[in-house]
């Protein structure tokens, strides 16, 4: 497998320039997520890549649209179309998988948005083509089965390379290798999650993420409606219901952790209502807008948001140790594509 340039794939409509990623590329079995606000050029970027626009043929591309495409017919006939051999029985099983397996004699004019997003993900997965194309592949799904069905395109994309458009922060997290921040066609800021949530490249691009705190980790146990996960072993409870033993992302914002003297914190751990309680070092310091952003190190970097105020109240420099709390119920366990 090799890396795709994708920055030579440029758009223009009524002499505006709708698309031009420069110095984009998707690399060998990567999992490119293009996130960004709408109207951005996501889609018309995922377009060019597939070959509904331009002059990339786009016979490598797996693609599914936002509003993936329903013919006359039955449903089986739908999820079969354009496909071949071992194709067909992939999408059989990968239907099933996804829950509409039943609803394949149905015709699919009669199928529910999400039903027919479940069934469009079912045909495209099921390709043998090397690069899959999905554009807000989980819009129409409910938020109930949103676990099940990235973990079935994770597992179903397989060592491929894979573009995924999204404006949910929740989706790009599942999904991606690496984050490119699409506004106005161009491309802003990339690089894996965990670096372009929690430190935006400028103010610009701070306003579009806002500050997000990302880690990778695995569920050891739950309790209740948590779960307590290994993060490169940083112990994190949050809100999530995965079994022990599966890979998710952490994500909690930056405004939604609390910084602390070390005394005081000691004085507080068991007393207040946190489950998450972490020592560290003052790692970096920059102002947000009214606020500063205090990056601590507590064998990997946490930022938080706190009042020039504070930070001046508490006498913070680079260097200094401090404590951090954040409450379980504001940190969610996302599951991973990748498992």
């Not at 997520?33 to 889609?43: D, E, H, I, L, M």
């Not at 039943?102 to 529910?112: E, H, I, K, V, Y």
């Amino acid at each position: 497998m090799t890396a795709h340039d994708l920055g030579l794939l440029t758009w223009e409509s009524d002499g505006r320039v709708v698309v031009a990623p420069t110095d984009l590329e998707l690399r060998a079995g990567e999992r490119l997520v293009v996130f960004g606000p709408n109207g951005a050029g996501k889609s018309t970027l995922l377009r060019l890549i597939a070959g509904v626009l331009g002059d990339r043929t786009g016979e490598d591309v797996a693609y599914l649209p936002q509003r993936p495409y329903m013919f006359r017919g039955s449903g089986r006939r739908n999820l079969l179309m354009g496909l071949a051999g071992g194709e067909s029985n992939r999408a059989e099983v990968l239907a099933k998988r996804l829950g509409v397996s039943n609803l394949l004699g149905t015709p699919a004019n009669r199928l529910s948005g999400g039903e027919r997003q479940r069934l469009g993900l079912a045909r495209t997965l099921a390709s043998e083509r090397p690069i899959i194309a999905l554009d807000e592949p989980l819009a129409a799904i409910d938020a109930r089965d949103r676990d099940t069905v990235i973990a079935v395109a994770g597992d179903a994309i397989g060592d491929r390379s894979a573009v995924v458009v999204t404006h949910d922060r929740d989706i790009a997290v599942a999904f991606a290798d690496r984050v490119a921040l699409m506004v106005d066609g161009a491309v802003r800021s990339i690089g894996p999650p965990q670096e372009i949530f929690l430190d935006p490249a400028n103010e610009d691009v701070a306003d579009l993420l806002g500050h997000q705190n990302v880690m990778v980790g695995t569920v050891v146990k739950g309790d209740g409606p948590l779960v307590q996960v290994s993060c490169a072993g940083l112990m994190v409870w949050a809100l999530g219901h995965q079994p022990a033993g599966s890979e998710v992302r952490v994500t909690f914002g930056a405004d939604a952790v609390t910084l602390h003297t070390v005394a005081s914190a000691s004085a507080a751990e068991g007393q207040d209502s946190a489950r998450n309680h972490w020592l560290g070092a003052v790692q970096k310091l920059g102002e947000v807008g009214r606020l500063v952003e205090v990056v601590v190190d507590v064998g990997q970097p946490v930022a938080a948001l706190i009042t020039e105020g504070s930070m001046a109240g508490m006498g913070i420099a680079l260097e200094d140790k401090v404590a951090l709390s954040v409450k379980a119920t504001a940190a969610r366990a996302v599951t991973s594509a990748k498992q």
